[in-house]
């Protein structure tokens, strides 16, 4: 049995605590890409040579500022990202033909992605050129071992990216087995009519719009996209039996009073550690600077995008499938990499003040998937897409450059077998 990381890597766990690869047990549930948990089945340790593997865990820091190291035997889940990177110009040749380069994938009987090969495809005009990269630019999940990688030509490792996927994560105080009762909430929602993005989205929404104690309590919708009120008023009219809602149009103020017996809206953002159930207030401005994320179970269907800076257009976007969402609040002051790390793939609508970026409330975020993302937002993470090995739906995650070298050291290696790809502790996938 080969074995792959080495034994100091930290491994992401399922209830959200962290540990390194050599203190893993038996029967341990790590935490897998797709949110779900990889029982642990069997651990073997090997001396190996060893090799390191750095990347870049956000597109404006320096380079090459994380860094994990493994054995040649090592599997690294990778996407192609550098064929939408050097296409975002299209370039000419001698003949004034309009060329793309790009790696395509080589797949075996199991139309599995065996090896990698370059390709250069050339159009006679430039729309052609922008349609194939549009519509036809290879995208696909590639899982070889480093070994196998390394026998690759330098520019055509250059075309792969390590990935982070996009989990949603809830507010925790402390390392806590994922809660149950949150999903009893959604189930509850979906009795209502909500869509499976509604209470994320309002909360959202209230972290960075709303006010209030209680069971009253009041969204402000002023400077907000157009189609906030649309939604609220959607949201209310499935609330109907337990919620009085008004919106008052000469102040932008949505009025909302609890009526019934089940505070749902509230109950979900206790649940985020945003509303104390006992004081009945509100906590999104006291959150501690210590607030840690867990992920909860991946919730899968149809959402509206949510607020952003809510003075910009980018508020709400079309629908989205099989997307996921991100809640948010920050203490002010926080670093670049502190709020980058907490934030986790996100867009970030924060204002800059020197070193620091201050986050605008917490907020529901909006996932991009764009080439040209607008200037007028700090921190903006660029995202790609990949498919899951079903080849059913599309996955978003962040890409994330890497290199690999020989240490020329050797060192105790383990080889996990857990059924699955599995998570760092910053996330990144892995090959397990």
């Not at 341990?28 to 190996?48: F, H, N, P």
């Not at 500022?65 to 040649?72: G, V």
């Not at 507010?171 to 009519?193: C, L, P, R």
Request: net charge negative; with cysteine.
């Amino acid at each position: 049995m080969p074995a792959s990381f080495f034994g100091e890597t930290e491994i992401r766990m399922y209830d959200g605590s962290v540990k390194l690869l050599k203190d893993i047990c038996e029967k341990d549930q790590l935490m897998g890409e797709d949110g779900t948990a990889r029982t642990v089945q069997t651990i073997a340790q090997k001396s190996c040579k060893l090799f390191k593997v750095t990347y870049n865990q956000y597109v404006d820091e320096k380079l090459f500022t994380s860094a994990i190291q493994c054995s040649q035997d090592a599997v690294l889940v990778l996407v192609p990202d550098g064929n939408r990177i050097s296409s975002l110009v299209i370039q000419t040749n001698s003949q004034k033909q309009f060329f793309v380069k790009y790696v395509d994938p080589i797949l075996n009987q199991d139309k599995r992605v065996e090896k990698v090969e370059q390709k250069i495809k050339t159009f006679s005009a430039p729309d052609e050129a922008l349609t194939f990269v549009q519509n036809s630019i290879p995208n696909f999940l590639y899982e070889p071992t480093v070994s196998e990688f390394l026998k690759y030509s330098q520019e055509i490792q250059e075309y792969f990216y390590l990935i982070r996927p996009l989990l949603p994560v809830r507010f925790t105080a402390a390392q806590t087995a994922i809660q149950n009762s949150t999903k009893q909430i959604f189930e509850q929602g979906k009795e209502f009519g909500l869509r499976s993005m509604d209470l994320p989205w309002f909360a959202g929404l209230f972290l960075s719009a709303g006010s209030g104690v209680g069971e009253e309590f009041q969204v402000s919708t002023k400077d907000l996209h157009k189609d906030v009120n649309k939604e609220l008023n959607r949201i209310f009219t499935c609330l109907q039996k337990i919620y009085s809602a008004t919106l008052v149009d000469t102040e932008g103020i949505y009025l909302i009073k609890l009526i019934g017996d089940n505070n749902i809206l509230c109950n979900f953002m206790s649940e985020m550690s945003l509303y104390n159930k006992a004081t009945k207030q509100f906590t999104k401005d006291k959150l501690r600077q210590n607030i840690r994320l867990e992920s909860f179970s991946r919730i899968r269907g149809p959402f509206l995008a949510g607020i952003m800076d809510g003075s910009s257009d980018y508020g709400l976007a079309d629908q989205n499938y099989g997307l996921e969402c991100y809640i948010r609040g920050l203490p002010a002051g926080q670093t670049r990499s502190e709020v980058a790390d907490l934030s986790r793939s996100c867009s970030l609508a924060v204002v800059e003040n020197g070193e620091n970026l201050t986050l605008a409330g917490g907020m529901l975020f909006r996932i991009p998937c764009i080439n040209n993302p607008p200037k007028d937002i700090p921190g903006l993470v660029s995202l790609t897409s990949y498919p899951n090995e079903e080849g059913q739906s599309t996955l978003l995650g962040m890409p994330m450059q890497m290199k690999i070298e020989d240490t020329g050291k050797t060192g105790d290696c383990f080889d996990v077998q857990c059924g699955g790809k599995v998570l760092l502790s910053d996330y990144t996938v892995i090959g397990m």
